[in-house]
């Protein structure tokens, strides 16, 4: 068995430099983040933006000094600090900053940390959406990128200008996410992933429905871990709350929803992983008004058989596409999920006793065994963090 813990990139020197937007009153949240998952920082802060986020409150939260140009002096922090650096993020980013970073102009510690460093460099500009929009900004966007430094673009909304547009820094959350992606090996870059999560939706009348208590974890993990190693995914979700940061989001309530949804994308993928928990049946008829319990001691309902998609898939899958279905059981895990994987045309099924203390559904937490098609490949099986076994299953996966 192998036992995941922290298995991927989770923990990274980061080195954050931070200019005088207002945007900046985020970061001290950015950095509360970067240090519960696992990662090390180092914080360089322009002058303009202690304006904004005072020294001493970082200096708290990240557990270190905060440079400034005041430390720029005969022992070259900017060299040690992107020496010392594994990414370097620049959170939020003013159109000035993006300026001189663009014509390598290094006045003062932050743009000389840019000069010098030699890791990733993420930069997240943040400023009012006409300052974005103007041409001199997107050419030193352009200019950046032809170089090799990755610009985030903005998210829209209301602005602390009061207008509405495009100049948002990103939230916390979603900076996290871009860090640990560049702190991850892209072995999947140029690959393309679809992924199913979460339950389905059959109504029975317009305010019930027969559902399951999946909660997508397992599903958006193998999403998410594919988005970390570089691949450009699509996850295909039921109506359940999932972090789809960087990834196209397609929502589908009913199993017929998520088996069209599959149909439309299915051509497009390199692998297809099926870890939604679709319902096996549905309402035969919908009633067009709400069922009334008045009158009724019995409620008789006739269900019939709805599409399994992962069959569905197995007789589309073109030469080369790698199918992986999930095999949720209660008894003969192996056995039974041998039968699916010949009976769907899968080329590998993850099958799990849902039964199991701290596994399946709504848990953090599962034992998966990966089973091949080939019986000559060996059976794997997988216990720890959803998010650290997905990331296990995927190097067994590419490594095939």
């Not at 180092?42 to 430390?71: C, H, Y």
């Amino acid at each position: 068995m192998i036992r995941c813990h922290m298995s991927f990139v989770k923990s990274g020197k980061i080195l954050l430099g931070i200019t005088g937007g207002i945007a900046a009153y985020k970061t001290p949240e950015l950095i509360r983040l970067i240090r519960k998952s696992g990662c090390d920082s180092e914080i360089i802060l322009t002058q303009s933006a202690k304006n904004f986020v005072a020294p001493m409150t970082l200096e708290t939260l990240s557990g270190r000094k905060v440079w400034t140009d005041s430390d720029f002096d005969a022992t070259i922090p900017h060299i040690k600090l992107t020496e010392w650096a594994e990414v370097f993020v620049i959170s939020p980013c003013t159109a000035n900053t993006l300026a001189k970073i663009s014509h390598g102009i290094a006045d003062n510690l932050l743009t000389s940390a840019v000069i010098a460093a030699k890791c990733p460099v993420l930069i997240f500009p943040a400023m009012n959406v006409n300052m974005y929009d103007n041409p001199a900004t997107q050419a030193n966007i352009s200019a950046l990128k032809s170089r090799g430094l990755k610009v985030i673009e903005p998210s829209s909304g209301e602005l602390a200008c009061g207008v509405y547009g495009k100049g948002r820094m990103p939230e916390p959350k979603e900076i996290i996410h871009e860090i640990r992606r560049a702190l991850t090996p892209q072995d999947m870059a140029g690959k393309k992933v679809i992924v199913t999560a979460g339950p389905t939706h059959e109504y029975i009348d317009p305010v019930r429905y027969i559902s399951n208590p999946s909660s997508g974890k397992m599903g958006t993990a193998m999403a998410r871990s594919a988005w970390y190693r570089g691949a450009e995914v699509r996850l295909i979700a039921g109506p359940v709350d999932v972090d789809a940061y960087g990834m196209t989001l397609i929502r589908a309530e009913s199993a017929g929803d998520m088996l069209d949804a599959v149909r439309e994308n299915l051509s497009w993928a390199d692998y297809v992983v099926k870890a939604a928990a679709v319902g096996d049946y549905r309402a035969k008829e919908i009633s067009p008004r709400k069922l009334k319990r008045e009158g009724r001691e019995t409620l008789t309902l006739e269900l019939v058989q709805n599409p399994d998609i992962s069959s569905e898939a197995g007789k589309l899958k073109r030469p080369g596409q790698i199918l992986i279905g999930f095999a949720a059981e209660t008894e003969n895990i192996t056995e039974n999920a041998r039968a699916k994987i010949v009976r769907k045309n899968l080329d590998y099924i993850l099958a799990n006793d849902v039964t199991a203390e701290n596994s399946g559904f709504r848990s953090d937490t599962n034992t998966l065994k990966l089973i091949p098609r080939s019986e000559s490949e060996a059976v794997q099986t997988f216990s720890g963090l959803k998010e650290d076994i997905s990331f296990e299953i995927w190097s067994r996966l590419i490594a095939r």
